[in-house]
């Protein structure tokens, strides 16, 4: 993990992939607005113990959903992040896919990402692709020991895999450690204004949930090209 780290380090400009992130609609020439007003809801129910189905429905954009009104899991202390987040992200997420039963491991990683943006970030198939295994011509960097799997024209996270949800727990890491090198380097995070002004962020600072955008970015990159370079050689 810490060599893979380091590579991604040296490899990649992050503050350009943050702000090639896209998510939905939503850009950062935009002001990430959308992700702002979802981080400002999502986490302040989260410090008032209010996570419940509707932020579900929001992060999923489905409303035939099944979950609680409200979601039984701590997340801060006060307005800080609960300390024993870090230590055992698996124990949190296992928590939470209990009680969203049927929704899989990308939505609970999704709703964690809005409610603790400082400590975890989403976790899809495209990254596994491109960070995991699995899709051996997208593979670029061996960062965890979980596979996807065709499915009709989409890929899929097969259910069951030994490597979850501990794998969960490598990749929050993984997030926390390349936030804390380019803090440690210096490299300014490039938030729109209203993170910081929302309180958010601080100015400048990576949290694991920028860092998950950044390499979103750059596995969706990874991906295009692989597809460009199918359609030349008529690889289908």
Sequence with gaps: MEEQVGRLLDDLDFPALYRGYTWRDDTWEK???????????????ARS???GLDHVQKIARRDDLSAPARIAVTLYIGSAPAYWLMLEPEETIQTVERQIRGLGPVCASKLLRFAV????GT???R???????GDSGSQRYPLLDLAVEPSGD?????AGQPGWPGEYGAWAGALQAVASGLNRDE??????????????RSEGIWAAADV??????????????EERKDSVTGVV
Aim: proline share 6%; net charge negative.
């Design 31 to 45: 002001g990430f607005l959308e992700i702002l007003d979802l981080e400002r809801e999502v986490t302040a129910a």
């Design 212 to 225: 998950e955008m950044a390499l979103s970015c750059y596995a969706a990159g990874v991906l295009r090209g």
């Design 117 to 120: 943006p400082q400590v975890f």
């Design 123 to 125: 976790l899809d198939a």
């Design 49 to 51: 113990l209010a996570l």
């Design 187 to 200: 490299v300014s995070c490039p938030h729109p204004a209203g993170f910081a002004a929302a309180g958010l």
């Design 154 to 158: 989409r890929w899929a996270i097969p």
């Design 127 to 133: 990254l596994i692709r491109v960070f995991g295994r």
